[in-house]
């Protein structure tokens, strides 16, 4: 039954694709419109290999996969920790909850600048920047899982005279990871977003850089082919992500099945 609802959800997703190229191709037909607006799929197609079989799109993939990679692990890693913290301690969560809704509130496109200057057009700015972005979904899906959990259940630990540790190993962990991998979701998509952003701003490799520069040289293909690029990379590590959330939370969905 799995693999037939596999072959499914595959199938629809490669009928959507093939009627999107399709229609891609029949507006440009359909309106005259010049490669230089919109090139055509197949030419789309053309340069993406172009660029594959000469390396220089998988080199600039690479650039962007650190940067949003390590951006994602350290926002994560402040998230979790600063999210666990604040759903302990009310008043913590008074002194710094105002700091932390500023931060997010801030366009990130107006602090790229300074974290540029801050740190230099290297791997290190286009990091921090990611892990500012992906920091906030994080922190609030830890927050509210662990404010979330029933009390009930720590009624039971603390009948079982159960220590803190154990309370965060056998309750807390536990009942948080589906909320937690919802943000791990959302946080790995915008790691990619981060990561693009701060090489629009400044830097010398990346998809966001090959991006401006094809651009620049007025490139519509290469454009569209990077924008191609980043899509697949996104698409496979949201995809990791629910593969390893699913089988870390498989009793959860058991339980909603029972209900």
Do not use: C
């Not at 359909?30 to 079989?53: E, G």
């Not at 057009?121 to 921090?128: T, Y």
Request: proline share 3%; no cysteine.
């Amino acid at each position: 039954m799995q693999i037939v609802n596999k072959l499914r959800k595959y199938s629809s997703i490669a009928l959507t694709l093939l009627l999107f190229l399709l229609l891609w191709e029949g507006i440009i037909k359909l309106f005259h419109i010049s490669d230089f607006l919109l090139p055509s799929p197949f030419k789309v197609f053309n340069t993406y290999i172009s660029m594959a079989l000469k390396g220089k799109l998988f080199f600039h993939t690479w650039i962007t996969t650190i940067e949003a990679l390590t951006g994602f692990f350290i926002g994560a890693f402040i998230g979790i920790a600063l999210g666990y913290i604040i759903s302990k301690s009310k008043i913590l969560d008074r002194i710094l909850s105002p700091f932390i809704i500023a931060a997010q509130t801030t366009p990130k496109l107006a602090l790229a600048p300074l974290f540029l200057i801050w740190f230099g057009f290297g791997l290190l700015s286009k990091i921090f920047i990611t892990a500012l972005i992906v920091f906030f979904p994080i922190f609030v899906n830890t927050a509210v899982a662990i404010k979330s959990i029933n009390p009930n259940l720590r009624a039971v630990m603390k009948l079982a005279h159960a220590n803190k540790w154990q309370v965060f190993k056998k309750l807390e962990l536990p009942s948080s990871l589906p909320m937690l991998f919802a943000g791990f979701k959302s946080g790995i998509t915008l790691a990619i977003v981060g990561a693009v952003v701060g090489e629009f701003v400044g830097a010398s490799a990346g998809l966001g850089y090959l991006i401006i520069f094809s651009t620049g040289h007025l490139d519509t293909t290469a454009v569209f082919a990077a924008i191609i690029q980043l899509v697949i990379v996104g698409i496979i590590f949201y995809e990791i992500i629910a593969i390893i959330g699913s089988r870390l939370t498989r009793w959860h969905q058991s339980e909603k099945d029972n209900l």
